[in-house]
């Protein structure tokens, strides 16, 4: 089992930035791909950013050109610095993890690994 941490969310206004950290530890026996995903009350959990060494860095439409993530593989972190921030960026995100390469990196179906979450406020 693969633990996840995250760390970095709080509230901001629209338009700030804000910098998710996501550390994994435990069972790692091989490369890890990882992602950030985001969920609000009442909807279904979407991918927002993944990273592996296959596909590279994968984005959701909706946060292109906003948002970057940044995998350090000898440190198993997986960041997401978030800028330009919308009032519809507010959501619990979620670290998630898999070992080897994922099919379709923003799939939820895709990692059996995730982490706790941290809330992120973004007001108009």
């Known amino acids: 089992q693969v633990h996840l941490v995250e760390s970095g969310g709080g509230s901001v206004q629209a338009g700030g930035s804000l910098r998710l950290s996501c550390v994994a530890s435990g069972n790692i026996y091989d490369r890890l791909s990882m992602a950030w995903f985001r969920q609000v009350p009442g909807k279904e959990r979407e991918g927002v950013a993944a990273?592996?060494?296959?596909?590279?860095?994968t984005y959701a439409d909706s946060v292109k050109g906003r948002f970057t993530v940044s995998q350090d593989n000898a440190k198993n972190t997986l960041d997401l610095q978030m800028n330009s921030l919308k009032p519809e960026d507010t959501a619990q995100y979620y670290c998630?993890?898999?070992?080897?390469?994922?099919?379709?990196?923003?799939?939820?179906?895709?990692?059996?690994?995730w982490g706790q979450g941290t809330e992120v406020t973004v007001s108009s």
């Open positions: 990273s592996d060494s296959v596909f590279g860095a």
């Open positions: 998630a993890a898999r070992h080897g390469t994922a099919i379709e990196p923003l799939s939820v179906d895709d990692y059996n690994n």
